[in-house]
């Protein structure tokens, strides 16, 4: 397989494990929500590298669909490097605008994608998909990292979208009307039973069914009509038909019909052949809307009808926001992300969308959640200062209400929830003992369990009384700790508290605390691993 080799690859290449874990702060009065939970619809505001790795403990492995829009690296959008990666030539990179007049635009947009698609790639399920918005600055670049990062055997397509319906008349030399979604599955080829991606068929859609019309009182129903001629000549096949009114239509040179003579009377009695209204047109075959199959193949060119154009974009926004001034220039419609999730979700998947933006990801959930009944749930990450007024604003607004929307459905509002979080502090077990930004409960047994397992956690299991946090398929998990210095500097694993740790169920018992007053042979009768905090806790699986 070719490479691709850009600066700063070799000190991006890892940099994702490097990342430390930070808190997920929960905001309230920024929700959506009567309980503010981690599992439900997330907004997350916060730069979208660290907010990825702080969803390992709860997501990883868990999400059927990814759609980002990254920059484009046009030059024009003023985005800046932030990666805090060990390297001075990186470390020169911090803070500053990438735009034309810099030479090494691609190396930095390379770097910045690298640890965000490693990371994104862990939290896709087997059977997942990820789909990238692009355009030709970049694309090509992209399929090459994508390459490296997801396989090339788990390519799936490079679709091209049609992003403007009129061609711009002031082009240098080609009015640049598409743009490419990119689409690689975690697992191509796994089969379902073990992972693979599933293909899936597109619903038929209201303008693909008012391609159908019934002129002659079909008692079958509404029609289409196909050529009745092919190009794959046969002699046998090229032969006169005499239409109701009398003339003579022979097929094109070098062309046949597609049937016999004798099977094609057999369609004209069956009134399958329309010759037109006033039965002199050259024969065409009729296609019937109830023979057409419910899914469609999905292509690789996406028409603006179909799924929706920037200006489009623009409208829907300007529809649920009136006079706000947006900074986006090429927003995506609703339809093209409901397109992207017909092809990749069932009614119960988790979609991720790690450059939120103006929120269009999480609009066409809940828009598709209300058509088929799903709870299919999306996480946004924005890291923009945008993210409350325009990002959640948005879906606020869609799951209450749009007064002067044209669509009844949304006037009355999508429904649903969210809870909404800002990236807190990393959690740094070093500096535990000396008071500085400790965590909650919740959020460093987020922490422990998973960096010591490896498996999912799930809060509702945590009971906090009893400082039990969870089961892997290994281990019972405990933790002794509040975000408390001196019950740190005072609190240690004793015969008692491993008495009170509850019946024993044929696990080792993991237990996290500050110290211990056990020695070695208590710990085996009790079946208790020990790990001390506040030093940085080790995975147990590696």
């Given amino acids: ?48 590298l660290k907010a990825l790795k702080a969803l390992l403990p709860s997501y990883a492995g868990k999400i059927k669909c990814i759609y980002i829009d990254p920059p484009y690296n046009t030059g024009n959008e003023n985005w800046v490097y932030n990666d805090n990666v060990n390297s001075p030539m990186m470390q020169d990179w911090l803070g500053k605008v990438v735009d034309k007049e810099d030479f090494t635009r691609h190396d930095k947009w390379l770097c ?11 939290l896709l399920r087997d059977d997942g998909v990820i789909f990238v918005s692009i355009d030709d600055n970049e694309q090509h670049r992209l399929r090459f990292l994508m390459d490296e990062v997801f396989g090339e055997e788990n390519f799936i397509a490079n679709i091209i979208w049609q992003k403007k319906f009129s061609p711009q008349n002031d082009a240098k030399f080609f009015s640049d009307n598409h743009d490419f979604i990119v689409v690689y599955a975690k697992k191509k080829n796994g089969g379902e039973e073990i992972g693979g991606w599933v293909r899936k068929l597109l619903p038929r859609t209201e303008q693909m069914e008012e391609r159908y019309s019934n002129p002659d009182n079909d008692h079958r129903g509404p029609w289409s009509s196909g050529d009745l001629s092919v190009k794959t000549y046969s002699k046998a096949y090229d032969y006169p038909i005499t239409t109701p009114s009398g003339k003579i239509i022979n097929p094109t040179k070098g062309r046949c019909w597609y049937t016999s003579k004798e099977n094609l009377q057999k369609l004209i009695e069956d009134n399958r052949v329309w010759f037109g209204e006033k039965g002199d047109n050259v024969p065409r075959i009729k296609r019937f809307l109830s023979e057409v199959q419910s899914g469609l193949v999905p292509v690789t060119i996406w028409l603006h ?5 920037n200006q489009q974009a623009r409208q829907e926004l300007k529809e649920i926001f009136l006079d706000v001034d947006f900074p986006f ?38 828009e598709l959640n209300k058509e088929d009944s ?7 990450v924005e890291c923009e200062d945008y993210a409350d007024k325009i990002t959640a604003e948005r879906v606020r607004r869609v799951i209450k209400g749009v007064p002067n929307a044209k669509d009844e459905t949304l006037k009355k509002g999508l429904g649903g929830t ?18 500085k930004n400790l965590p909650d409960y919740l959020e460093l047994a987020r922490y422990v369990f998973y960096t010591a397992t490896g498996e999912e956690f799930d809060s509702e299991k945590v009971d906090e009384k009893r400082n039990f946090i969870g089961e892997s398929k290994e281990y019972e998990v405990y933790l002794f ?5 001196e019950y740190l500097r005072t609190t240690a694993l004793t015969l008692d508290k491993a008495k009170n740790l509850g019946e024993y169920k044929d696990k080792k018992r993991l237990v996290f605390a500050p110290s211990k007053y056990l020695d070695h042979d208590y710990l085996l009768k009790y079946r208790i691993d020990y790990c001390q905090l506040p030093f940085e806790i080790y995975k147990l699986k590696s």
């Fill in 112 to 122: 910045m994608m690298m640890p965000r698609l490693k990371l994104l790639r862990e």
């Fill in 418 to 435: 969210f809870s909404y979080f800002e990236l807190g502090d990393p959690i740094e077990m070093e500096s535990i003992l000396e008071g």
């Fill in 374 to 380: 799903g709870n299919r749930k999306f996480i946004l």
């Fill in 481 to 485: 700790y509040k975000p408390d210095i």
């Fill in 1 to 48: 397989m070719a490479v691709l080799n850009f600066k700063g690859k070799t000190f991006v290449q890892n940099h994702h494990l490097a990342v430390k874990y930070h808190q997920l702060l929960p905001q309230k009065d920024k929700s959506q929500t009567d309980k503010v939970s981690l599992n439900d619809n997330l907004i997350i505001h916060g730069d979208n």
């Fill in 305 to 309: 009808q179909d799924v929706g154009h």
């Fill in 329 to 366: 220039e090429t927003p995506k419609p609703v339809a093209l992300l409901k397109r992207i999730l017909q092809l990749s979700t069932s009614k119960d998947s988790i979609i991720l969308d790690s450059f939120a933006g103006s929120g269009t990801t999480a609009h066409a959930v809940l």
